[in-house]
């Protein structure tokens, strides 16, 4: 029987074998969109599968790949492992929306296509720069506009610079531009080493999660990093309240990976059981947001 179908993937139980089956072309049309999107499927080295093209290889967790024809490839495992103990991974293949879900990837090149976005005072994205009174020009320029030199021209107030877009959830990337000089938001702590070696402002726009961290011992910092902020180890403090240390991040939908960074030693959640080792062997905290 046909268990679930989305978009051309489909998954059926044949005998007593789970098979999903599904074209890589469905892996290819996933890198136009606005993240550096791809499917994660590292554990299973299924894009090396498909490469080859091998009629039969065994996988990772039982799995086994099996090439059809054309760019159609199927997945199977043995229905009887799914009964008694049920391995995180294998929802990502059971259930298309996971199967489907971008994985968070900071894009540092300055290639990447215009994101549509509208300058309005009910703009869900305020960006201002504190002070510069007797600047005759600010801009805003980032990902979102491809690095415009001259399309946003930020407008001054009492105390600044300010203006307001209304953008798509996504991670963006973003300077201000003063008389002329590059320099980055130095009131947002989230930021990210450009090619130039100066710092691009990182702006999340998305749904607010919030991360926590609980400990009875002495710890004086708790930070958060993951592939929303190019893993940087300094840039997400989380606030201590007795003995619990917590913040919050708008994120887009999509797979992030994290961990948090407690004294010099990092961490996967211990409130999350859901996890996924990198091809380096290292494990990382996974979060799913539809």
Same mark, same amino acid.
């Given at each position: 029987?046909? &268990?679930?179908?989305?978009?051309?993937?489909?998954?059926?139980?044949?005998?007593?074998?789970?098979?999903?089956?599904?074209?890589?072309?469905?892996?290819?049309?996933?890198?136009?969109? *606005?993240?550096?999107?791809?499917? %994660?499927?590292?554990?299973?080295?299924?894009?090396?599968?498909?490469?080859?093209?091998?009629?039969? $290889?065994?996988?990772?967790?039982?799995?086994?790949? =099996?090439? +059809?024809? #054309?760019?159609?490839?199927?997945?199977?495992?043995?229905?009887?492992?799914?009964?008694?103990?049920?391995?995180?991974?294998?929802? &990502?293949?059971?259930?298309?929306?996971?199967?489907?879900?971008?994985?968070?990837?900071?894009?540092?090149?300055?290639?990447?296509?215009?994101?549509?976005?509208?300058?309005? $005072?009910?703009?869900?994205?305020?960006?201002?720069?504190?002070?510069?009174?007797?600047?005759?020009?600010?801009?805003?320029? #980032?990902?979102?506009?491809?690095?415009?030199? $001259?399309?946003?021209?930020?407008?001054?107030?009492?105390?600044?610079?300010?203006?307001?877009?209304?953008?798509?959830?996504?991670? &963006?990337?973003?300077?201000? +531009? +003063?008389?002329?000089?590059?320099? =980055? %938001?130095?009131?947002?702590?989230? *930021?990210?080493?450009?090619?130039?070696?100066?710092?691009?402002?990182?702006?999340?726009?998305?749904? *607010?999660?919030?991360?926590?961290?609980?400990?009875?011992?002495?710890?004086? *910092?708790?930070?958060?990093? #993951?592939?929303?902020?190019?893993? %940087?180890?300094?840039?997400?403090?989380?606030?201590?309240?007795?003995?619990?240390?917590?913040?919050?991040?708008?994120?887009?939908?999509?797979? =992030?990976? &994290?961990?948090?960074?407690? #004294?010099?030693?990092?961490?996967?959640?211990?409130?999350?059981?859901?996890? $996924?080792?990198?091809?380096?062997?290292?494990?990382?905290?996974?979060?799913?947001?539809?």
């Amino acid at each position: 029987m046909t &268990y679930g179908q989305t978009g051309g993937v489909t998954l059926t139980i044949k005998g007593d074998m789970v098979v999903f089956q599904c074209s890589s072309d469905k892996l290819d049309s996933l890198y136009a969109e *606005k993240f550096s999107l791809v499917h %994660d499927f590292d554990s299973l080295k299924l894009s090396q599968a498909i490469q080859s093209k091998s009629s039969f $290889e065994k996988l990772a967790n039982q799995w086994t790949f =099996h090439y +059809i024809q #054309g760019n159609v490839f199927e997945l199977r495992k043995p229905l009887d492992d799914f009964e008694e103990e049920y391995d995180p991974f294998d929802k &990502y293949l059971l259930f298309t929306e996971y199967w489907q879900s971008p994985r968070s990837q900071l894009d540092t090149t300055t290639t990447q296509p215009k994101i549509p976005f509208q300058i309005t $005072e009910e703009g869900n994205a305020r960006f201002f720069l504190k002070g510069n009174q007797r600047a005759e020009k600010v801009i805003l320029a #980032g990902t979102f506009n491809h690095w415009n030199e $001259e399309e946003i021209s930020m407008i001054q107030v009492d105390n600044g610079w300010q203006i307001d877009l209304e953008l798509a959830p996504g991670i &963006y990337e973003y300077k201000f +531009i +003063i008389d002329g000089k590059w320099t =980055h %938001d130095v009131l947002n702590s989230l *930021k990210l080493r450009n090619e130039h070696q100066t710092w691009n402002s990182i702006l999340l726009i998305g749904e *607010k999660i919030k991360f926590s961290f609980t400990s009875d011992e002495n710890i004086r *910092k708790v930070f958060l990093a #993951g592939s929303f902020n190019n893993w %940087d180890d300094q840039s997400i403090p989380l606030e201590k309240n007795g003995n619990t240390w917590t913040t919050t991040l708008e994120l887009p939908p999509g797979k =992030h990976y &994290y961990k948090f960074i407690v #004294g010099r030693e990092w961490v996967l959640d211990p409130e999350n059981d859901l996890m $996924e080792v990198d091809n380096e062997g290292i494990s990382n905290s996974v979060l799913i947001i539809n």
